[in-house]
């Protein structure tokens, strides 16, 4: 999953006739760990020898609390987001970030236009590019006694399957999964959450477990707490734990049942000074052998041309492997409901 030694050749080229006074300086932040690493390796690094602008790339935890807080002071200090789609479209409904030109994708490898290589939900909002697909799961020690948890109602199960529950400490996800493990098929999760009772439901599921819940804020955490004993169960992004597996050799076992995936996009946050710059980086970073690199990190490419630069060997562990059992997160529904929700959330942690 390298470049084209033609392509870095005639970016190569290109940057040599340019004068070094156009070269900008961005910031682009993204969730850090084994992503970010390898987001560094086939986008971050090649586009700076490709062009000679210069990247500051910083970590942060998600959500859209930074990103409103900047724009909403005037001080911008984040030019790309990688932001997960759960939060794209209320982020862009506020206004938070900037619309972008799908039109001025380049076409794949094999030339493929873009709107036709990209997937439909890479290209569905007007604020973003896809870059991933990903998924939400929960992960066990398969060192530990007892039997194997194979469910989200076995998450939800403290009686069978003892000890601390690693859970991110926000209400999408977690509201979810209360509901599936208290019965509701996943097919209706979003119509049961939309109503009071629904809600109720779900945050008296979550009662049930909340004296054995351990709360983190930045998936870098999700492996740690399995891997020193701080949880029995964590959740997590999946590709924190196959690296984990991959990388570390932790004896780590992925649960799939309904996983919720979902995208990430690159997002330019509204009031950036290097909108071209970012634009420039965006076109870059989405294409189709950038978007393959994912893989290593097991998640999957948003193009269809990436294709032929994936191992064949990764693609069961990529999420597009496992959506007959997972639920697709409704970015729609979290956009109408968040704030809501996640005050009530906030609320509901307080009163631990």
Known sequence: ???HSKILTTAAMLLASASMVQAERMTVVSFGGAYGAAQNEHMIQPF????????????????????????QAGNIQWDVVDIEVI??????????????DHSQLPAG???TDAADDFIPDALASECGVG????????????ENDGPAPQTIADFFDTETFPGPRAMRRRP????????????????????????????????ASLDRIREDIVWFDSWSQAPQLLNDGGAAMVQSAN???????????????????????????????????????????????????????MADVAYGATRLSSAPFVDPAVNSNL???HLDTGLKADGIFWADYGESLGERFNEWLLNE
């Not at 700076?48 to 724009?71: K, M, N, P, R």
């Not at 870059?131 to 398969?142: K, L, P, Q």
Request: aromatic share 10%.
């Open 48 to 71: 700076v020898e490709a062009t000679g602008h210069e990247i500051l790339f910083e970590d942060y935890s998600g959500g859209i609390a930074e990103i409103s807080a900047q724009v």
């Open 109 to 111: 490898v094999d030339g």
């Open 1 to 3: 999953m390298r470049y």
């Open 319 to 321: 999420p597009t492997a």
């Open 87 to 100: 939060d794209l479209e209320r982020a862009c409904s506020e206004g938070l970030l900037e619309v972008i």
């Open 172 to 203: 999408q996800v977690n509201l979810e999964w209360a509901l599936i493990a208290d019965g509701v098929p996943a097919e209706e999760v979003y119509e049961v959450l939309a109503t009071e009772e629904g809600q109720e439901r779900a945050f």
């Open 239 to 293: 590709g924190r734990i196959f690296s984990a597996i991959q990388d570390d050799g932790r004896p780590f076992e992925i649960v799939w049942d309904n996983h919720v995936y979902d995208l990430d996009v690159w997002a330019i946050v509204a009031g950036s000074d290097n909108v071209d710059t970012a634009m420039e980086f965006i076109n870059f970073a989405t294409g189709s052998e950038p978007l393959a690199g």
């Open 131 to 142: 870059v991933i697909v990903w998924s939400i799961v929960y992960a066990y020690n398969t």
